[in-house]
């Protein structure tokens, strides 16, 4: 062999050996520079800071960070946002997290379709997300192993609710069937027709009723996009368009629930049923009072300590806990339970 050839695989034996002490130096950097942290910065987007829904989750949240806090000795700084309706200012909050080094994005995005901005510059940071409540589309969650997301399963939601119906129907027919013509009169309030949760409640919902052999007929129904005021302005046209039709009011959200019932007391109609979805604290109330027949809870005290102990631990690079099991490695469905008032207990 020649000797410029020997010198040549010299030298790259040489520079190979450089490379491999480089990489065990910055990895050990690493694991010293894990081993240090005890605080870490989370940055929250929301898409609307004035929907009830996320407003409770975010009270929940804020809770849950201070208590890992004080369990965990690591300091938790929160930077909450809101996009208020805008994808354009939730990419621009996106770019800020990363620019002020947060270790992780909790995102609940303005439009689930369209987060791939969010994702690309999440990649090149290598700072993962955790979406949440609004579900970003399979393709986009399968671009990379660092982004999660934390919800509710819109199909459970969706027979809950309709089998609070349907056991009400069976223990007492008249409290549902309240003109007693043998069939079930309803409208329909849905959420935003881009959101996941919108299509499949309305869809499963009303199956769940016919499943159940409750005899249903739709009046009519529409679009309030998870509004109180909307959907009370939808049900007051509704009840000046079928005056005494009316017999059950099927609602995608509590808030919307909420506006049909503003809207049957502003009118002076008694006995209408109404359900809703989320359990908020003014559906509570309202459930409590005896004005919304039930709704569907999701366990919000999980929901929050989920996405903040997801955070967390993508935040300090640890295991995920285990106590929040996830499907496909990415998804985690928070239970969630009925709350009715009219059924009666023994009958
Ligand atoms: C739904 C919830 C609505 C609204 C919406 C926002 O899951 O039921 O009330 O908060 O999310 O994305």
Not at 270 to 292: F, H
Request: with cysteine; charged share 25%; aromatic share 6%.
């Amino acid at each position: 062999m020649s000797r410029v050839r020997r010198g040549r695989r010299a030298s790259i034996a040489l520079l190979l050996l450089c490379a491999l002490v480089s990489m065990l130096l910055t990895a050990c950097q690493g694991v010293r520079k894990e081993e240090e942290k005890t605080s870490i910065r989370i940055g929250i987007s929301l898409y609307r800071g004035d929907d009830t829904f996320i407003n409770n989750i975010r009270s929940i949240i804020e809770e849950k960070a201070k208590e890992y806090e004080r369990e965990s000795g690591i300091k938790v700084t929160l930077d909450i946002q809101d996009a208020k309706g805008s994808q354009n200012t939730q990419n621009n909050q996106v770019e800020r997290f990363i620019s002020l080094g947060c270790d992780v994005l909790c995102i609940n995005p303005v439009d689930r379709m369209d987060t791939s901005l969010i994702i690309d510059r999440a990649m090149t940071a290598g700072v993962p997300v955790v979406f949440f409540n609004r579900q970003p589309v399979e393709e986009d969650m399968n671009r990379w192993d660092k982004l999660y997301y934390i919800g509710v399963d819109a199909k459970e939601t969706a027979v809950l609710q309709g089998e609070m119906v349907v056991d009400l129907y069976r223990k007492e027919p008249e409290a549902v069937d309240i003109n007693g013509d043998g069939v079930v009169s309803y409208v329909m309030l849905e959420g935003e027709s881009s959101h996941q949760d919108s299509l499949i409640r309305t869809e499963w919902s009303v199956q769940t009723l016919k499943d159940g052999k409750v005899p249903i007929e739709k009046i009519t129904g529409g679009i309030a996009n998870w509004e109180r005021s909307q959907a009370s302005a939808l049900m007051e046209q509704w009840l000046a368009d079928y005056p005494d039709t009316i017999e059950l009011v099927i609602s995608n959200n509590d808030d919307m629930a909420l506006g049909a019932i503003d809207a049957l007391e502003r009118a002076d109609v008694m006995g209408v049923n109404v359900i809703g979805i989320d359990g908020t604290t003014p559906g509570l109330e309202a459930l409590e009072s005896g004005k919304l027949l039930g709704t569907v809870s999701a366990n919000k005290e999980l929901y929050g300590s989920a996405i903040v102990e997801l955070a967390a631990s993508c935040a300090l690079q640890e295991e995920l806990p285990s106590e929040y099991p996830l499907t496909d490695d990415t998804y985690f469905w928070t239970p969630q339970e009925i709350l009715v008032t009219k059924i009666k207990e023994n009958p």
